[in-house]
C-alpha cells in the first residue's frame, strides 16, 4: 500500500517550454502532496504544499508563476514548470500524505529528472 | 524552526563492518522521525520511523535507530553492512500529529560507500 507514482520519470525539453510532472497517490487518498526539488549531490528542498481544492503555498524563494502546482482531486497533484530554463534541470520529487492517517507520514514518488537544453 | 544535521557527509566502510550514522535534530515538540534511504537517480525509500513508544526502532533491511532525547539524536545503525547498502541517507524531522504542521525538514545526507 501507499504507493506514489511520477509522470514521466524523466523528460528533455528546449529552453522557454513548459513541463508538466504528475504525481498520483495510487491506493489512497491524498488531501496534501509536497513537492520537492533536488539538486545533484544535495539534500532535498520543500518548494510547495499543495492542498486538494486550494491554492498551493509555496516556501520562500520559490516563483510561484513559474512553478505551477494543481491539486485538482485527491490523487493527483501537478507541477508545471513554465518557461524552462537550464538553471531548472533537476530532480523534481513529489510526496503525498495519506488523508486518513492522524500523523504525519509522506509517501514519496520516484522522481522526475527534468533536463532543459 | 525544525532543523536536522547530519554531521558526516562521506562515510566508507568495508562491507561486513558494522556502521552509525549520526542526526541531530532540532524541534520544539514531539518530533517525528525518520530514515529514509536514496540509491541514484531513484525516489526515496524509508527505512525506519519514530513518533513514540519504544526509543529503539526497527527498521527495514536490518537497520535499525535510537532516538535519544536528551541528545536529540536519531542516529542509524546497522550491525553488518551490505555492499548494495552503499547509498545516500537521510534523516527527516516532522511534527508528530497533522495539527502540528505537514512539513519534513531533511538532513543534508550522509553518502555511504562500501569497501568489498
Known amino acids: 500500500g501507499a504507493v506514489v507514482s511520477q509522470h514521466p520519470s524523466w523528460v528533455i525539453c528546449k529552453s522557454g517550454t513548459s513541463v508538466k510532472i504528475e504525481c498520483r497517490s495510487l491506493?489512497?487518498?491524498?488531501?496534501?502532496m509536497f513537492w520537492y526539488r533536488q539538486f545533484p549531490k544535495q539534500s532535498l528542498m520543500l518548494m510547495a504544499t499543495?492542498?486538494?481544492?486550494?491554492?498551493?503555498?509555496?516556501e520562500q524563494g520559490v516563483e510561484k508563476d513559474k512553478f505551477l502546482i494543481n491539486h485538482a482531486s485527491l490523487t493527483l497533484s501537478t507541477l508545471t514548470v513554465t518557461s524552462a530554463h537550464p538553471e531548472d534541470s533537476s530532480f523534481y520529487i513529489c510526496s503525498a500524505k495519506d488523508a486518513r492517517l492522524s500523523y504525519n507520514e509522506q509517501f514519496f514518488g520516484p522522481g522526475t529528472r527534468l533536463t532543459v537544453l | 524552526a525544525q532543523s536536522v544535521t547530519q554531521p558526516d557527509i562521506h562515510i566508507t566502510v568495508s562491507e561486513g563492518a558494522s556502521l552509525e550514522l549520526r542526526c541531530n535534530y532540532s524541534y520544539g515538540a514531539t518530533p517525528y522521525l525518520f530514515w529514509y534511504v536514496q540509491s541514484p537517480g531513484q525516489g526515496l525509500q524509508l527505512l525506519l520511523k519514530?513518533?513514540?513508544?519504544?526509543?529503539l526502532v526497527q527498521g527495514i533491511k536490518g537497520f535499525e535507530a535510537e532516538f535519544k532525547r536528551s541528545q536529540s539524536s536519531f542516529n542509524l545503525r546497522k550491525p553488518s553492512v551490505h555492499w548494495s547498502d552503499a547509498a545516500e541517507y537521510f534523516c527527516?524531522?516532522?511534527?508528530?500529529?497533522?495539527?502540528?504542521?505537514?512539513?519534513?525538514?531533511f538532513g543534508t545526507g550522509t553518502q555511504l560507500k562500501v569497501e568489498l
Open positions: 499543495s492542498n486538494e481544492g486550494s491554492k498551493a503555498t509555496y
Open positions: 491506493d489512497f487518498q491524498a488531501t496534501t
Open positions: 527527516a524531522v516532522g511534527a508528530g500529529l497533522t495539527g502540528g504542521g505537514n512539513k519534513l525538514t
Open positions: 519514530y513518533f513514540s513508544g519504544d526509543t
